[in-house]
């Protein structure tokens, strides 16, 4: 996946704008988890999702719509996340760690 500077992940947030509910308090639990790194059923459970697909599809809606702005054609969830398999640390399911671009962007944009 194409490398973001901090100013782009800014620039493309600004333009996506905002997010409201759901997406804006998961996108916080996960900038504020230890090492931003959390399961996406930890997340879900963080804010009511029954399941850890809710999170799958707001990081990937985002993703597509960051990747957009930005030109990146194909953008994933691998644009904003580091995916870590498990059992590659201690972890039993997927872990995604933030970007430290993404996380420092989602500061800059205002949205944490």
Not at 1 to 25: C, E, H, I
Not at 65 to 82: F, M, R
């Amino acid at each position: 996946m194409a490398k973001v500077s901090v100013s782009q992940f800014v620039s493309a947030l600004k333009n996506v704008g905002r997010p409201a509910g759901r997406q804006l308090q998961f996108l916080k639990a996960h900038y504020d988890a230890p090492g931003r790194a959390a399961t996406a059923t930890g997340l879900a459970k963080n804010v009511g999702y029954k399941s850890y697909s809710g999170i799958n599809l707001q990081y990937g809606i985002l993703a597509g719509q960051v990747g957009a702005y930005l030109g990146i054609p194909g953008a994933d969830v691998s644009l904003l996340v580091d995916l870590v398999r498990p059992p590659s640390v201690t972890n039993k399911e997927w872990l995604l760690v933030m970007r430290p671009e993404f996380a420092e962007g989602l500061k800059g944009a205002g949205w944490i």
